[in-house]
């Protein structure tokens, strides 16, 4: 592991400062400003969330400079019902980015999901990113979005390929990703104000 980094769980210290990197991770990036830091607030009280899968990397002067965090979800088939782990959001400090440390948290968080039984991850985020990790397109192993789409952005990462065997169905989002416009102003209030901007290559205008 590189030394110049350290990968550790976080700490309820921690969690102001992960939920301010969130934000400046997510800006402005997939819509005008973002949410995905009220997402990770919302998600700690949440049934769902992974405590033992929440992990920070601090620099070596201290200051964290990412966090990726899981929940417990559901692949439904028919009335049977496969428990997988939802990856995200993974969040790098802009300036810390491209240096590999989203992958050392990614590589660290699959193979602790293993160790936990989990027969297999899933997310969405950009595939030229996470095939590199192994990551592929969910529907090649039979589980598609809730409503029985398919999309390149929805992917999956096998961990038992025994228990994959037999796992397929639609992905069941945990209502804690439903979130709420006028939650995310107030909560906003907690933050410095940040002009948000409309980009080329957002997903959410």
């Known amino acids: 592991m590189d030394d110049t980094y350290t990968y550790r769980l976080e700490d309820e210290k921690d969690y102001f ?7 400046e991770a997510f800006w402005d990036v997939y819509k005008p400003g973002c949410n995905e830091h009220l997402l990770l607030h919302n998600m700690r009280n949440a049934r769902c969330f992974i405590k033992d899968l929440a992990y920070v990397c601090e620099a070596q002067d201290g200051k964290i400079v990412a966090s990726s965090y899981c929940t417990e979800t559901r692949i439904r088939d028919g009335e049977t019902d496969h428990i997988a782990l939802c990856i995200g959001p993974i969040g ?10 989203g992958m050392k948290l990614l590589s660290i968080t699959l193979a602790r999901a293993k160790a936990l039984g989990y027969c297999c991850a899933v997310l ?3 595939p030229d990113y996470y095939h590199k990790s192994g990551f592929t397109d969910a529907a090649r192993f039979g589980i598609h979005n809730q409503d029985g789409s398919d999309m390149p952005e929805f992917m999956c990462f096998p961990l038992d390929l025994e228990k994959m065997a037999t796992v397929k169905g ?16 107030e909560f906003e209030r907690k933050f410095p104000p940040k002009e948000k901007h409309s980009l080329p290559g957002q997903i959410f205008g």
């Open 124 to 126: 969405y985020g950009n």
């Open 92 to 101: 790098v400090l802009p300036e810390y980015q491209r240096r590999g440390i």
């Open 17 to 23: 400062t992960t939920e301010d990197l969130t934000r």
């Open 170 to 185: 639609c992905y069941q989002e945990d209502p804690v990703f439903n979130l709420d416009e006028d939650e995310l102003n």
